[in-house]
Nanobody
Framework: QVQLVESGGGLVQAGDSLRLSCAAS????????MGWFRQAPGKEREFVSG????????DYADSVKGRFTISRDNAKNTVYLQMNSLKPDDTAVYYC??????????????????WGQGTQVTVSS
C-alpha cells in the first residue's frame, strides 16, 4: 500500500512558476514509476508527465514540454513537478500517481494503482 500526498498548488499569475511535490508513504517508493495528471473543470483527466523508477527516463505531454520538469528523490520518497511559464490553460487539479507497469505505459491512467488526493493549481491571466 502506498499513500500519496500532493502539495504546492496555489493561485499564480500567467508566467509564474510553481513546484508541486508528492510525498509517498511506504518503503517501496523506488519500485514505482510515477506520473502527474491533471483535470480541469468539465474536461477529462490528462497525462502531464511521468518518470521511471530511477529518474533516468521522463516523458511529457506536448502541452507542457519545455515548461515543466519532473524529478524524483527516492531517498525522500518524493516526486516533484517544476512548472514554469504557467498559462491559464494549466489551471486544473493536479494528481500524482504510482504505477507498477512498464515505462511504455507511463501515459496511460489505468496503469496507475495509487493516486493522491490532488492539489489545485489556478493560473490567472
Amino acid at each position: 500500500q502506498v499513500q500519496l500526498v500532493e502539495s504546492g498548488g496555489g493561485l499564480v499569475q500567467a508566467g509564474d512558476s510553481l513546484r508541486l511535490s508528492c510525498a509517498a508513504s511506504g518503503r517501496t517508493f523506488s519500485a514505482y514509476a510515477m506520473g502527474w495528471f491533471r483535470q480541469a473543470p468539465g474536461k477529462e483527466r490528462e497525462f502531464v508527465s511521468g518518470i521511471n523508477w530511477s529518474g533516468g527516463s521522463t516523458d511529457y505531454a506536448d502541452s507542457v514540454k519545455g515548461r515543466f520538469t519532473i524529478s524524483r528523490d527516492n531517498a525522500k520518497n518524493t516526486v516533484y513537478l517544476q512548472m514554469n511559464s504557467l498559462k491559464p490553460d494549466d489551471t486544473a487539479v493536479y494528481y500524482c500517481a504510482a504505477s507498477i507497469a512498464g515505462f511504455s505505459r507511463i501515459r496511460i491512467g489505468t496503469s496507475y494503482v495509487y493516486w493522491g488526493q490532488g492539489t489545485q493549481v489556478t493560473v490567472s491571466s
